[in-house]
């Protein structure tokens, strides 16, 4: 009796169990950590200090500046970027045999190691680089060009790594699109410019926003590229890895309360922007 | 007068050398309520997306309007298209689809508002300005369809099969507010295509019959469905005995042809000289038979076997077995039912002046007399 009516739901269990112990709770645990304070030989003691000295530090605008503007820039940027090359794959490329070749080359550089692919960028951006050989070849500069280690490197990097989120989304809204609902507005007097904002690019942007939000959630969470390419700019999550190593678990778990906060809100703003919930029925 | 729609010699081909339309000339005029016809694949939607624009066409002339569309894109053209799946837009409530072409055309809001709801009005629609596509019904989605194409008054309206989604009721209603609307509305042609016959037939100012790519005739419905041209508009258009047979004598305005069923006389065939001994197609339209328990002295008249009914409300199709076990319909009004009994004999006979003998099976090339009549 039992098992016949609540069966289905035991095949939800262990991806549930997962998620409970391994995200939900431990989510918990660090808001409650940040409202605590250590003492040495005391008892822990719950306080809003921690959050008082977050936002009184003079660090705070700085790093709050760097973490979510580089990582919406980044997102923006990687949209920009990813949008004409998945409209090109999607409407102006009709063998599905090629489509498919191009999107195996696009998956190319994840099969290569993490390391090596973050290596990789000295022989490209280094001072004796592709691109800056480039430069000097064509007479543009005449001494290397700093390239490496600034707030652009990091820009230019995540661009590179987090496009393929961009890519596929847009391009799975695209490809969904009725061919008709085109045909309809090209009859209904709409010129090609008003046919792809009125109808492509509104109905992609499902699409979009999930590609937004995959490149801004991976690059909030990276730290690591930020702390080797970015030239010592500081980020929340370094901020927080750097508490975090020196034991003041408090205080980091403070900051990744504030960031996760911070990134829902932002989300949220974006899906109420987007009423992506009409879009995709 | 000039057509506001004229094609010469069209020609589409699609990828692999397919030919879609192989030369296809038609004249449409102002005011006119068009029908393409044919069954699926004859290429009445391939011609009707070429004159929308969707499509392009490889040989041949299209003028609207008098002016040539070769590169025109489908936004410059005075035409609108109603399209078969209704393709309304998803992410638009029914207002702003039925404005989306007004809008497109840069008109001011409010002259927008009373014209949409002008036509909302029309079409029944009013009251659902503010639903969406999805939260409307299978009827209610057609109709924003058509007001959609219809709101933009443009000189050529093409309905693309408007009747195949739809159970027979809302067919039957749609059908009837299409030609009220016609009537309504002046200067505008609609161009429609079906591969319903009885649609085609009820709807039609003038139809063209199409096949393969190719139009097997165009006219009058009554036109089509009394003076055939080939034996493939002939049994597209309404129900018809067909018997397969030779000319066997040619008097001054007969024929006698020998089928399978005896020696049947017809008119004469309009069109060529040397007509003994030509593979031909005999035809009678089956409300033409008049049933009988002896043979009466008609023209011609044929002893067969009572078989079954077909019950159609208000007539009745009565199935026949001729000699050779050749089938014959005959169609009766209800009222007027004699009792049959299954397995007797009865005599079907009708004048000459009634059945027609068509040479042509077809206007493609290579379409078989014999073929066509089996259906091989």
């Given at each position: 009796?039992?098992?016949?009516?609540?069966?289905?739901?035991?095949l939800?269990?262990?991806?549930?169990?997962?998620?409970?112990?391994?995200?939900?709770?431990?989510?918990?645990?660090?808001?409650?950590?940040?409202?605590?304070q250590?003492?040495?030989?005391?008892?822990?003691?719950?306080?809003?200090?921690?959050?008082?000295?977050?936002?009184?530090?003079?660090?705070?605008?700085?790093?709050?500046?760097?973490?979510?503007?580089?990582?919406?820039?980044?997102?923006?940027?990687?949209?920009?970027?990813?949008?004409?090359?998945?409209?090109?794959?999607?409407?102006?490329?009709?063998?599905?045999?090629?489509?498919?070749y191009?999107?195996?080359?696009?998956?190319?550089?994840?099969?290569?190691?993490?390391?090596?692919?973050?290596?990789?960028?000295?022989?490209?951006?280094?001072?004796?680089?592709?691109?800056?050989?480039?430069?000097?070849?064509?007479?543009?500069?005449?001494?290397?060009?700093?390239?490496?280690?600034?707030?652009?490197?990091?820009?230019?990097?995540?661009?590179?790594?987090?496009?393929?989120?961009?890519?596929?989304?847009?391009?799975?809204a695209?490809?969904?699109?009725?061919?008709?609902?085109?045909n309809?507005?090209?009859?209904?007097?709409?010129?090609?410019?008003?046919?792809?904002?009125?109808?492509?690019?509104?109905?992609?942007?499902?699409?979009?926003?999930?590609?937004?939000?995959?490149?801004?959630?991976?690059?909030?969470?990276?730290?690591?590229?930020?702390?080797?390419?970015?030239?010592?700019i500081?980020?929340?999550?370094?901020?927080?890895?750097?508490?975090?190593?020196?034991?003041?678990?408090?205080?980091?778990?403070?900051?990744?309360?504030?960031?996760i906060?911070?990134?829902?809100?932002?989300?949220?703003?974006?899906?109420?922007?987007?009423?992506?919930?009409?879009?995709?029925? | 007068?000039?057509?506001?729609?004229?094609?010469?010699r069209?020609?589409?081909?699609?990828?692999?050398?397919?030919?879609?339309?192989?030369?296809?000339?038609?004249?449409?005029?102002?005011?006119?309520?068009?029908?393409?016809?044919?069954?699926?694949?004859?290429?009445?939607?391939?011609?009707?997306?070429?004159?929308?624009?969707?499509?392009?066409?490889?040989?041949?002339?299209?003028?609207?309007?008098?002016?040539?569309?070769k590169?025109?894109?489908?936004?410059?053209?005075?035409?609108?298209?109603?399209?078969?799946?209704?393709?309304?837009?998803?992410?638009?409530?029914?207002?702003?689809?039925?404005?989306?072409?007004?809008?497109?055309?840069?008109?001011?809001?409010?002259?927008?508002?009373?014209?949409?709801?002008?036509?909302?009005?029309?079409?029944?629609?009013?009251?659902?300005?503010?639903?969406?596509?999805?939260?409307?019904?299978?009827?209610?989605?057609?109709?924003?369809?058509?007001?959609?194409?219809?709101?933009?008054?443009?000189?050529?309206?093409?309905?693309?099969?408007?009747?195949?989604?739809?159970?027979?009721?809302?067919?039957?209603?749609?059908?009837?507010?299409?030609?009220?609307?016609?009537?309504?509305?002046?200067?505008?042609?609609?161009?429609?295509?079906?591969?319903?016959?009885?649609?085609?037939?009820?709807?039609?100012d003038r139809?063209?019959?199409?096949?393969?790519?190719?139009?097997?005739?165009?006219?009058?419905?009554?036109?089509?469905?009394?003076?055939?041209?080939?034996?493939?508009?002939?049994?597209?258009?309404?129900?018809?005995?067909?018997?397969?047979?030779?000319?066997?004598?040619?008097?001054?305005?007969?024929?006698?042809?020998?089928?399978?069923?005896?020696?049947?006389?017809?008119?004469?065939?309009?069109?060529?000289?040397?007509?003994?001994g030509?593979?031909?197609?005999?035809?009678?339209?089956?409300?033409?038979?008049?049933?009988?328990?002896?043979?009466?002295?008609?023209?011609?008249?044929?002893?067969?076997?009572?078989?079954?009914?077909?019950?159609?409300?208000?007539?009745?199709?009565?199935?026949?077995?001729?000699?050779?076990?050749?089938?014959?319909?005959?169609?009766?009004?209800?009222?007027?039912?004699?009792n049959?009994?299954?397995?007797?004999?009865?005599?079907l006979?009708?004048?000459?002046?009634?059945?027609?003998?068509?040479?042509?099976?077809?206007?493609?090339?290579?379409?078989?007399?014999?073929?066509?009549?089996?259906?091989?």
């Amino acid at each position: 009796m039992f098992i016949e009516k609540y069966g289905k739901y035991l095949l939800l269990l262990p991806g549930l169990i997962i998620i409970v112990f391994f995200l939900i709770l431990p989510l918990i645990l660090i808001v409650i950590v940040s409202f605590m304070q250590i003492f040495t030989f005391r008892e822990p003691t719950l306080t809003l200090q921690n959050y008082i000295d977050f936002v009184a530090s003079p660090q705070t605008p700085t790093i709050l500046l760097n973490t979510f503007g580089m990582s919406i820039g980044t997102a923006l940027l990687t949209l920009l970027a990813g949008y004409p090359a998945a409209y090109v794959l999607a409407f102006k490329i009709e063998s599905i045999k090629i489509r498919n070749y191009i999107i195996s080359l696009l998956l190319v550089p994840f099969f290569i190691d993490w390391n090596a692919r973050t290596i990789a960028w000295i022989p490209i951006l280094g001072e004796s680089g592709a691109v800056n050989y480039m430069l000097q070849a064509l007479n543009i500069v005449r001494e290397p060009v700093q390239l490496l280690f600034s707030r652009w490197t990091l820009l230019i990097i995540w661009l590179q790594t987090n496009i393929l989120f961009a890519i596929f989304p847009i391009y799975l809204a695209l490809i969904r699109i009725d061919p008709d609902l085109i045909n309809a507005a090209r009859v209904l007097k709409a010129p090609p410019h008003r046919v792809f904002y009125n109808i492509i690019f509104k109905l992609s942007l499902p699409g979009v926003v999930v590609g937004f939000t995959f490149v801004f959630v991976n690059t909030l969470g990276d730290y690591i590229t930020p702390a080797l390419w970015a030239g010592g700019i500081q980020v929340l999550g370094l901020s927080i890895s750097s508490f975090a190593a020196n034991f003041v678990w408090p205080y980091a778990a403070t900051q990744s309360t504030i960031l996760i906060l911070i990134a829902l809100a932002v989300l949220f703003v974006l899906f109420k922007i987007v009423d992506i919930k009409k879009l995709v029925e | 007068m000039a057509g506001i729609v004229e094609i010469k010699r069209l020609v589409k081909r699609y990828k692999g050398n397919v030919l879609a339309l192989k030369g296809i000339d038609l004249e449409i005029y102002r005011d006119e309520f068009f029908v393409l016809m044919g069954p699926s694949g004859c290429g009445k939607s391939t011609l009707l997306k070429t004159i929308a624009g969707i499509l392009d066409y490889d040989d041949g002339e299209l003028y609207i309007n008098g002016k040539d569309m070769k590169n025109v894109p489908a936004y410059k053209r005075d035409i609108s298209l109603m399209l078969e799946n209704y393709a309304l837009f998803p992410h638009m409530n029914v207002f702003d689809n039925v404005a989306f072409g007004l809008r497109m055309l840069d008109k001011d809001e409010e002259e927008i508002k009373k014209d949409v709801m002008e036509t909302l009005a029309l079409l029944e629609l009013k009251g659902l300005e503010k639903r969406f596509p999805n939260e409307i019904s299978g009827g209610q989605r057609q109709r924003v369809a058509l007001a959609r194409a219809l709101v933009i008054r443009p000189s050529v309206l093409l309905l693309d099969e408007p009747l195949s989604h739809i159970d027979y009721r809302l067919q039957r209603r749609f059908a009837s507010l299409l030609k009220d609307i016609h009537r309504q509305i002046s200067g505008t042609a609609f161009i429609l295509t079906t591969h319903d016959q009885h649609h085609g037939l009820s709807l039609a100012d003038r139809m063209a019959i199409m096949n393969s790519g190719l139009i097997e005739q165009v006219g009058h419905p009554e036109e089509i469905y009394n003076e055939p041209h080939t034996l493939f508009s002939a049994r597209f258009v309404g129900e018809v005995n067909t018997f397969m047979g030779e000319i066997q004598e040619v008097g001054a305005d007969s024929v006698w042809v020998k089928t399978d069923i005896g020696y049947l006389k017809s008119r004469k065939p309009n069109a060529a000289d040397n007509l003994v001994g030509r593979r031909v197609g005999y035809i009678i339209r089956p409300e033409k038979i008049k049933i009988s328990k002896t043979g009466e002295n008609a023209e011609n008249s044929v002893k067969c076997i009572f078989e079954y009914l077909n019950y159609f409300g208000h007539y009745v199709e009565a199935i026949f077995r001729a000699p050779h076990n050749v089938r014959i319909k005959s169609t009766i009004p209800t009222y007027n039912l004699p009792n049959f009994k299954v397995e007797d004999e009865y005599w079907l006979s009708w004048s000459a002046n009634d059945a027609r003998t068509i040479i042509k099976p077809s206007v493609v090339e290579g379409v078989d007399i014999e073929d066509l009549i089996y259906g091989r």
